[in-house]
């Protein structure tokens, strides 16, 4: 709807009221989806550290009663840095997939109503071509 027309018909403030609603509705939606994202992120990192410390304190009482190495120790170290980067880059691929399906979404509800008016048009110059209406 062109500006002119709601300024023409004194609609201003009831279009303004409908955007805020929208991008009000729309803000709460986005905060509660990156609040549960940072929230499965922080979960997902202390179970890691937890997991971190635990395996590190084993091996050092291990390694204290001379049942194992040091160098097997910072193995097991060098093993869970090698494990993070790849747990970080699925989440993050997660997230990008997610934004992009909910992305081709909207592009398809866009299409659908682009073809409904399409057809609607069609039906409207066929009714005046046959004299109708």
């Known amino acids: 709807m062109a500006y002119e027309t709601v300024h023409y018909n004194g609609a201003?403030?009831?279009?303004?009221?409908?955007?805020?609603?929208?991008?009000?509705?729309?803000?709460?939606a986005e905060f509660s989806v990156l609040f549960?994202?940072?929230g499965l992120n922080a979960i997902q990192n202390g179970i890691f550290i937890l997991g971190v410390v635990l395996?590190?304190?084993?091996?050092?009482?291990?390694?204290?009663?001379?049942?194992?190495?040091?160098s097997d120790f910072i193995t097991i170290i060098t093993y869970?840095?090698?494990?993070?980067a790849p747990l970080a880059f699925f989440g993050s691929f997660y997230n990008q997939v997610q934004n992009n399906l909910v992305d081709a979404e909207r592009m398809l509800?866009?299409?659908?109503?682009?073809?409904?008016?399409?057809?609607?048009?069609?039906?409207?110059?066929?009714?005046?071509?046959?004299?109708?209406?």
Do not use: D, P, R
């Open 12 to 28: 201003v403030s009831l279009e303004i009221s409908k955007f805020l609603k929208l991008i009000t509705n729309f803000q709460k």
């Open 36 to 38: 549960s994202l940072n």
């Open 55 to 70: 395996v590190s304190v084993l091996s050092a009482y291990q390694i204290s009663i001379k049942l194992h190495k040091v």
């Open 80 to 84: 869970f840095a090698q494990l993070q």
């Open 109 to 133: 509800e866009l299409v659908s109503f682009s073809l409904q008016l399409l057809y609607m048009f069609s039906q409207v110059i066929v009714q005046h071509q046959a004299g109708c209406c």
